[in-house]
Each structure stands twice: as C-alpha cells, then as structure tokens.
C-alpha cells in the first residue's frame, strides 16, 4: 500500500524572549528550534527528513512566521 505525498509540512514559528526561534507543526508531531533563523531553517529540514525517513517525503516546508504585538491606544 502507497502512503500519500504531503504537498507540504507547515510549521508556525514564534521568536521566543532570548530571541531564538521555535516551530511546531500543526499536522504533525514535529518541533524545532534554532538560535538564528539560519540554525531554524536547518533544524526544520532534519526534523522532517528523520520523521519521512523511508517514506514519502513532502514537496516542500512552510514556515509561518507569527509576530504577537500589543499596541497601547493612550
């Protein structure tokens, strides 16, 4: 039986307060995390590869950037 191809892997990523950066998928149990974008972009790609390993693997990863800001009107 073939396992069906994820378009994509989407993972909404939040800065946390020391400024490193956390991810977590909403449709998998998938987690990252990265001192730098550069280190969480890295992080993201080995979580999913060792998560697809021997599967099938999706075409591509989303990183959802959420900012959270408060604006004070007085």
Known sequence: MDLP???EVVFKVIRELDGSYAAESDTENLTA????WE???EDVKKT???YFNGG???QSIR???VREET???M
């Open 39 to 41: 280190e969480l972009r």
């Open 71 to 73: 604006i004070s009107l």
């Open 5 to 7: 191809v994820l378009d």
């Open 48 to 50: 999913v590869e060792r």
């Open 56 to 58: 099938p693997k999706p």
């Open 63 to 65: 990183l959802h950037y």
């Open 33 to 36: 995390v990265g001192d730098t």
